[in-house]
């Protein structure tokens, strides 16, 4: 299944106080896996970006006065994640400010069942303990090392391992087949029957057979392990005579 894990990075914390994206990073997985495909676009807010949130990010408002708007980068926005459901931790500040900006240019919203909030599945799984990006990364042992300032493209590929971890572990998104009816079980009545094979005929004579039965006796005697298999030797006294357990062995084995 495609879906796109997705971040941003903004001038602040809410967009009904004029705050704005000013970087979309989304990467592409298939079966949670990456694929390689990616969308990464700094974009120029229109307005200034505060202090506080260069800290965060390290975007400052001369240095994105020269990038696009988010209106001139919609297009392929839409177009890179398509109708694909996106993976996004903490989902409701990152839908907020993207919604916002759709709605600015008269486009639809997306909605929120299109989304899969990372950080209420981690509350789900590990309830009372930290889940922010970070204590993800070092609970799941995810190198987090490059993390020095907040990118919206690293955090996505970031994102995509601790997914990964919060749907089973690395091991359960080995899957690379996008066509899962090519799997499915062959019924009963088609199954091809086949006859099974005569016996195959033994490679011992019945004199063979009657001399391997004679060695036993005289070498390991009635104790023999070898005589359990053989149902004619189980109680050799209520057998007859010696030579009638040996035939009657002897025909047993041919």
Same mark, same amino acid.
């Given at each position: ?12 914390? %809410? ?24 969308? +990464? ?5 229109? !307005? ?75 509350r789900s799984k590990h309830p009372g303990l930290a889940n922010n990006l970070d204590a993800l990364c070092d609970r799941y042992r ?25 749907? $089973? ?19 009963? %009545? ?11 005929? !033994? ?8 001399? +391997? ?24 006294? %209520?057998? $007859? %005579? ?8 002897? +025909?047993?084995?041919?």
């Amino acid at each position: 299944m495609r879906e796109i894990v997705l971040d941003t990075e903004t001038t602040g914390l %809410s967009p009904t106080d004029g705050h704005r994206v000013v970087e979309i990073g989304a990467v592409e997985i298939v079966h949670q896996v990456a694929t390689g495909k990616v969308f +990464h676009k700094l974009i120029n807010p229109e !307005r200034d970006v505060p202090e506080e949130a260069q800290r965060v990010h390290g975007h400052t408002t001369e240095y994105l006065r020269e990038k696009p708007t988010f209106a001139e980068i919609v297009e392929e926005f839409l177009a890179f994640i398509g109708d694909a459901p996106l993976v996004i931790h903490n989902a409701e500040f990152d839908m907020a400010f993207v919604n916002e900006e759709l709605e600015r240019l008269g486009r639809q919203p997306i909605g929120a069942e299109r989304v899969v909030d990372t950080l209420a599945l981690a509350r789900s799984k590990h309830p009372g303990l930290a889940n922010n990006l970070d204590a993800l990364c070092d609970r799941y042992r995810i190198d987090r090392t490059r993390r020095a300032k907040h990118g919206a493209l690293l955090d996505a590929e970031i994102l995509v391992e601790v997914y990964g971890e919060l749907m $089973g572990g690395r091991q359960g998104s080995l899957a690379f087949d996008d066509h899962p009816e090519r799997y499915r079980p062959i019924l009963a %009545s088609k199954t091809i029957r086949v006859e099974p094979r005569p016996p195959r005929q !033994r490679l011992i004579s019945p004199l063979e057979a009657t001399l +391997h039965f004679d060695h036993v006796m005289s070498a390991l005697g009635e104790g023999a392990v070898w005589l359990r298999f053989a149902r004619a030797w189980a109680h050799p006294e %209520s057998q $007859g %005579s010696r030579l009638e357990q040996r035939q009657e062995a002897a +025909h047993e084995l041919q």
